[in-house]
């Protein structure tokens, strides 16, 4: 996929699967506010990735009203370990340059498999999205969103829920739609 086509997939999950199945309850307001960033990393081998990583830091520094960015790596990732291993020199990137504290990361991946889970549950849709992405958020406004809501330490468990009430095809069929695939 180029660019383009990445980009507009993300943004198809993000609203059909993020905020259309509410698997973040914090989402929706940053997408209709249209504070949400979408970049791409170039680079295929995790230098170039983090170069994008700390660009798009000081973007967020300069742009207070861009609330998150989703940073998507669609080339030299596809192996989920991988991937994990250029999510942990990430965060430790962010503490090194001193964002810790202001910046988090989440990170989402084609095959997200959490930890405890059995292969093929759905409860790793709740994570999985059509490339692999490092999401920077800010930890403040976080800390607020997670403030305001009811049951924040219910919600990992609400989309896990969720997720398998939906089912493994179902939710194979959406991260397909999102790619622009045939079902």
């Given at each position: 996929?180029?660019?383009?086509?990445?980009?507009?997939?993300?943004?198809?999950?993000?609203?059909?699967?993020v905020v259309g199945e509410n698997f973040c309850p914090f989402a929706r307001g940053v997408l209709a506010g249209e504070r949400l960033r979408y970049a791409v990393a170039d680079g295929r081998d995790p230098e170039a990735v983090l170069q994008t990583l700390v660009a798009e830091c000081r973007h967020l520094d300069a742009h207070p009203?861009?609330?998150?960015?989703?940073?998507?790596?669609?080339?030299?990732?596809?192996?989920?370990?991988?991937?994990?291993?250029?999510?942990?020199?990430?965060?430790?990137?962010?503490?090194?340059?001193?964002?810790?504290?202001?910046?988090?990361?989440?990170?989402?991946?084609?095959?997200?498999?959490?930890?405890?889970?059995?292969?093929?549950?759905?409860?790793?849709?709740?994570?999985?999205?059509?490339?692999?992405?490092?999401?920077?958020?800010?930890?403040?406004?976080?800390?607020?969103?997670?403030?305001?809501?009811?049951?924040?330490?219910?919600?990992?468990?609400?989309?896990?829920?969720?997720?398998?009430?939906?089912?493994?095809?179902?939710?194979?069929?959406?991260?397909?739609?999102?790619?622009?695939?045939?079902?």
């Amino acid at each position: 996929m180029n660019d383009a086509a990445v980009i507009a997939a993300m943004r198809a999950w993000v609203e059909t699967v993020v905020v259309g199945e509410n698997f973040c309850p914090f989402a929706r307001g940053v997408l209709a506010g249209e504070r949400l960033r979408y970049a791409v990393a170039d680079g295929r081998d995790p230098e170039a990735v983090l170069q994008t990583l700390v660009a798009e830091c000081r973007h967020l520094d300069a742009h207070p009203g861009t609330e998150t960015t989703l940073l998507l790596i669609p080339r030299g990732f596809d192996d989920f370990d991988a991937f994990l291993d250029l999510t942990a020199l990430a965060d430790d990137l962010l503490e090194t340059l001193g964002y810790a504290g202001t910046y988090q990361l989440a990170h989402f991946h084609p095959r997200y498999r959490f930890a405890d889970s059995r292969p093929d549950d759905p409860a790793d849709y709740t994570n999985r999205a059509p490339v692999p992405a490092l999401h920077l958020l800010r930890e403040a406004s976080l800390a607020r969103a997670v403030d305001a809501h009811p049951e924040p330490q219910g919600i990992p468990q609400r989309n896990v829920a969720h997720a398998r009430r939906l089912g493994l095809e179902h939710l194979r069929a959406l991260l397909a739609r999102c790619r622009g695939e045939e079902e």
